[in-house]
């Protein structure tokens, strides 16, 4: 505020002049009323007091500074420190133009204020985008900026950093409801300071930058225009259209430019130190016989090979020049991979949900209705006939709410049922997508696989006669475990389409030719080679990563073109183990990379770069360190849909790498790791149970690991995998006794879950004694009495199997006595059909008629599904009444029909053909003994089938239909 007296300038919230004690204030001219600074127009009598200024865009280079700053501090000194390397010499450099179109329309009708806001958003927007991907901001001009990657810090993927860069801006601005146009391109260009008046400028120089300049300027609104050199470093991590002659000012001929499309779904990387990495050695048979497979499969024949071998063998190093020998191929063919994981229990089906998100295009921005809208288009244009039986499995699987009636299609479901339709759709999907093109399923790790899991690998070893499919299985030769049965199994189902490959150490002569291979050194004194030869037992991986060691060592060096070792190296001695060459190579990591690397480890073999960038806290750091450990071969990018993830090169890094850190601050990375989780996957966290149990049992949170193993034990009893649910229900009671923690509730939830799998597979022995456990704790439990009435008819259950029939009784009768007056309820029913199975003529009349009355009045649940059929059989065989028996049958078909109960569906259609053939009806008998033998199998309840069949053959026979009776008895 300008004093009126002296003209001296004072903050606006002064008073009194600051210089001459004045008092301030602002009148309007005309009646002389005070008025607020924002005021235009005086507020007592109308009068205009200042003009309004008109709407303009700051210019970019006025805020040069200022946006400059917004770079973090660390990241700054880097660029300082590289500045005063990199000045004044040729070096390849990415450089990217970027400009926003669409504030001039806006400056229309907002203020100027407005404007230099929503100016000042964006280009911090873009300049923390740069900043992510280590590039640096040159200049800005105009509506734009240009940005470097590789100068003044250089990567040896910048020309994929500048790109990713660009794509993301696009989506940043697009928030703004403004538009970018960006153009890009690589070469080697002289870098080095200008200094103007305002500010120094490190920038770039040379007839290519200008190519990327102009290839922004020829690019539309929202278009990413790529040259030629950027596009050959790219096209692999890329997906591009091609604009083959392109005018742009400047240039006498038309270029080529490439507009940028999407990152690729399976990009491919070259990784590693040059020259180091050596050609396939002792492995050719092994890759002859892959081919001859893959030839076959590519020819219609479907094949299943069998890789097998130990950690650091060479099975992964096969599939890689596998891929690379596809790629080279022009055939119409698909592969997907699938990889297996090791966090204590094996998650179901995993290997095959992983190739799932991959085929579907799960993202990792997706929400739960993008990923419902996904997996339903793909699966509706892939079976549209049986996409209705398809979806609700697969919504169970992925853990996928779909919003309409989908979602309660299983409720009715056994787990024998889910667990069977499931392994049905799934091998429906793969061969169809076989049929449609040639399609290689690749399955890693499958040591650390699930039964499940193998029992579908089983299942499409059937198709691969009719299908022309191919299954690549990968695992080490576990003998404990279920996956060493998959050659014998292959073997009795399709020898002639089998191919196993079990890879031997390498022999002396092949172990001297690899380290020949990778590093052609003319002084390598023949004691260091011997030496890495006899600690290395034919072991590549131990080979290679001795190698790198001297590497990193400086023991051996590149000069020129050429490896030279040091004369220091004939005194270096070679670690006895794998484990100790990989922890020397990681103890030289600076600290704060080894600290990074030690908390991928404790994710896992494979790490999601948004969690690890959550654990370590080092957003602006990170990429770097990977990057390093990629150049290192530590680590590689494992795949960047459905987000970006990397892999430990090697289960054996990560293991060393884990078993490294101490106990107790491997405890608090769990802990972390696990909240990390719970924090960034809240939306879809049902898919991270068992990483959840597994990380937070691994930490001092025990609870929060029992929470999660009970409800990894429920879903795995839902999907029929037994034994999984039964380890995480043992493994909470073990916890609960081994931390003294007392919570009955989980451990009744246990107890009962078990007892009830147990039953229900027919291990009766078992099932008793853990059923009589949750009653006996129950009874001390505050828990209501329906509560403890469940638990008496799941023993019921175990009687039954036995023919106890007292004990039925007495189960029964104490199921009434619990619920007293409450005698009307499901449990009840369920109390009084012990008592009838268990009971003599009169008693089991009666309480058939009980029921009779009470489920009339009750809405329909699984658990009536055999007091239906009590009933049913009560008027067919006990009274004889067929009308009445043949009712109830249509009256549960009617439920099952509403409630998609296909095991009450097949029940109530087998006892109607029964009915009818009593009545004398065969040929209605059969008709339904057809439609029977369909739903039962549809469903995997191989006894009820096989009954079914016996009845249509004896129906078969009364009518004398011989011809009928061989074709069906085949």
């Known amino acids: 505020m300008q004093c009126p007296k002296c003209n001296q300038d004072n903050p606006k919230e002064a008073m009194f002049c600051m210089k001459c004690g004045t008092k301030l204030g602002r009148k309007c001219p005309k009646c002389d009323a005070e008025y607020p600074e924002e005021a235009m127009f005086c507020m007592k009598c109308g009068a205009k007091l200042k003009e309004t200024p008109k709407a303009t865009i700051p210019k970019l280079e006025d805020m040069h500074t200022q946006l400059q700053s917004l770079i973090p501090e660390a990241l700054a000194q880097k660029y300082l420190s590289a500045e005063q390397m990199a000045t004044g010499e040729n070096r390849p450099v990415t450089a990217l133009f970027a400009d926003i179109s669409g504030f001039t329309p806006l400056s229309a009708d907002k203020s100027s204020e407005t404007i230099f806001q929503m100016v000042q958003d964006c280009f911090k927007k873009l300049v923390s985008i740069v900043a992510k991907y280590e590039g640096s901001i040159s200049g800005f001009r105009g509506d734009g900026l240009l940005a470097l990657f590789g100068a003044p810090i250089l990567h040896e993927n910048d020309a994929e950093r500048a790109i990713l860069s660009a794509i993301d801006m696009r989506e940043a601005i697009g928030d703004y409801d403004l538009k970018v146009s960006i153009g890009i391109n690589t070469a080697m260009m002289t870098v080095g300071e200008i200094q103007t008046q305002l500010h120094n400028e490190y920038t770039a120089y040379g007839n290519d930058i200008n190519l990327a300049k102009r290839l922004q300027e020829s690019a539309e609104a929202g278009q990413i225009l790529v040259g030629s050199g950027t596009h050959r470093l790219t096209r692999r991590a890329f997906d591009f259209d091609v604009i083959p002659s392109l005018a742009v000012k400047g240039f006498s001929q038309p270029?080529?430019?490439?507009?940028v499309k999407q990152v690729k779904t399976h990009p491919e990387k070259l990784r590693g130190i040059e020259g180091l990495r050596a050609r396939m050695i002792g492995r050719e048979h092994e890759f002859t016989d892959v081919k001859e497979s893959v030839d076959e499969w590519l020819s219609g024949h479907g094949q299943i090979v069998s890789i097998i071998g130990e950690a650091g063998i060479g099975k992964s190093r096969l599939v890689s020049e596998l891929k690379a020998y596809?790629?080279?191929?022009?055939?119409?063919?698909?592969?997907?991979?699938?990889?297996?994981?090791?966090?204590?229990?094996?998650?179901?089906?995993?290997?095959?949900?992983?190739?799932?998100?991959?085929?579907?295009?799960?993202?990792?921005g997706d929400d739960t209705a993008t990923i419902a809208n996904k997996v339903t288009e793909s699966i509706t244009g892939l079976m549209p006939q049986s996409s209705d039986e398809t979806l609700p499995l697969l919504g169970q699987l992925l853990s996928i709410k779909f919003g309409n009636e989908l979602d309660d299609r299983l409720k009715f479901a056994t787990p024998e049922q889910i667990r069977h339709q499931t392994l049905m759709r799934l091998r429906d999907i793969f061969t169809t997508l076989a049929r449609q093109k040639p399609l290689?399923?690749?399955?890693?790790?499958?040591?650390?696989?699930?039964?499940?899991?193998?029992?579908?690998?089983?299942?499409?070893?059937?198709?691969?006669?009719?299908?022309?499919?191919?299954?690549?299985?990968?695992?080490?030769?576990?003998?404990?475990h279920r996956v060493w049965q998959l050659s014998d199994q292959a073997r009795r189902k399709c020898m002639d389409r089998y191919t196993e490959i079990t890879l031997k150490p390498l022999s002396s002569g092949e172990s001297r030719e690899l380290i020949e291979s990778l590093l052609e050194i003319d002084n390598l004194p023949e004691d260091t080679k011997s030496m890495i030869l006899n600690r290395s037992e034919g072991n590549p991986f131990f080979i290679e990563e001795v190698i790198r060691s001297l590497i990193e060592q400086g023991m051996i060096y590149q000069e020129n073109d050429r490896w030279v070792a040091r004369d220091e190296i004939a005194d270096i001695d070679v670690p006895d183990t794998i484990q100790s060459v990989i922890l020397s190579r990681v103890d030289r990591l600076q600290s704060e990379a080894k600290y990074v690397l030690q908390c991928a480890s404790v994710i896992?073999?494979?790490?999601?770069?948004?969690?690890?960038?959550?654990?370590?806290?080092?957003?602006?750091?990170?990429?770097?360190?990977?990057?390093?450990?990629?150049?290192?071969?530590?680590?590689y990018q494992e795949r960047m849909i459905p987000e970006l993830e990397y892999a430990f090169k090697h289960a054996l890094t990560q293991e060393a790498t884990y078993q490294s850190i101490l106990e107790r601050k491997r405890r608090e990375f769990h802990l972390h790791v696990a909240q990390g989780i719970e924090r960034l996957y809240q939306e879809r966290l049902e898919e991270y149970y068992e990483e959840l149990a597994e990380h937070y049992s691994k930490s001092d949170d025990i609870e929060k690991a029992i929470e999660y193993m009970l409800k990894v034990g429920e879903r795995a009893k839902r999907n029929y995998a037994n034994d999984t649910a039964i380890s995480y229900y043992q493994g909470v009671l073990d916890m609960l006794e081994k931390h003294n923690i007392e919570n009955n509730e989980w451990k009744l939830e246990a107890l009962k879950n078990i007892g009830d799998i147990y039953s229900y597979a027919g291990r009766i022995t078992e099932a008793v004694q853990f059923l009589e456990e949750a009653i006996t704790l129950a009874q001390n439990m505050n828990i209501s009495p329906r509560q403890l009435a469940n638990l008496y008819n799941l023993i019921g259950g175990t009687f039954w199997w036995q023919s106890e029939d007292d004990k039925m009784v007495q189960c029964g009768e104490k199921i009434l006595a619990i619920l007293g007056d409450d005698d009307k309820c499901l449990e009840a029913v369920l109390g009084n059909s012990w008592i009838a199975l268990g009971s003599n003529n009169d008693r089991y009349r009666e309480c058939i008629y009980k029921n009779i009355e009470l489920v009339k009045n009750l809405e329909y649940s699984p658990e009536l599904r055999a007091i239906y059929d009590h009933i049913i059989c009560f008027?067919?065989?006990?009274?004889?009444?067929?009308?009445?028996?043949?009712?109830?049958?249509?009256?549960?078909?009617?439920?099952?029909?509403?409630?998609?109960?296909?095991?009450?569906?097949?029940?109530?259609?087998?006892?109607?053909?029964?009915?009818?053939?009593?009545?004398?009806?065969?040929k209605g008998a059969i008709q339904l003994n057809r439609e029977v033998i369909d739903k039962f199998s549809q469903i995997g309840d191989k006894v009820h089938t096989i009954v079914s069949r016996v009845l249509l053959d004896g129906l078969l026979w009364n009518l004398g239909e011989l011809e009928e009776l061989k074709t069906s008895s085949l």
Not at 461 to 467: I, V, Y
Not at 625 to 635: A, G, K, N
């Open 604 to 635: 896992g073999r494979l790490f999601k770069h948004r969690l690890l960038e959550h654990l370590t806290h080092q957003e602006q750091k990170l990429n770097r360190y990977i990057s390093e450990f990629e150049d290192r071969e530590l680590v």
């Open 326 to 364: 596809l790629s080279s191929k022009n055939d119409d063919l698909q592969y997907i991979e699938g990889r297996c994981v090791s966090i204590g229990q094996p998650i179901s089906y995993w290997p095959f949900i992983d190739i799932l998100k991959t085929y579907f295009n799960l993202s990792e």
């Open 875 to 922: 008027y067919n065989y006990f009274i004889g009444d067929l009308e009445t028996a043949l009712s109830w049958c249509y009256e549960l078909k009617k439920h099952a029909e509403i409630h998609n109960d296909l095991r009450a569906l097949a029940g109530a259609v087998l006892e109607s053909g029964i009915i009818m053939s009593i009545e004398g009806n065969l």
């Open 440 to 480: 290689l399923l690749i399955l890693e790790d499958l040591h650390w696989s699930d039964d499940l899991s193998l029992d579908l690998i089983s299942l499409l070893m059937d198709e691969l006669a009719n299908t022309p499919l191919m299954l690549l299985c990968v695992y080490r030769p576990e003998k404990e």
């Open 255 to 259: 270029v080529t430019a490439y507009s």
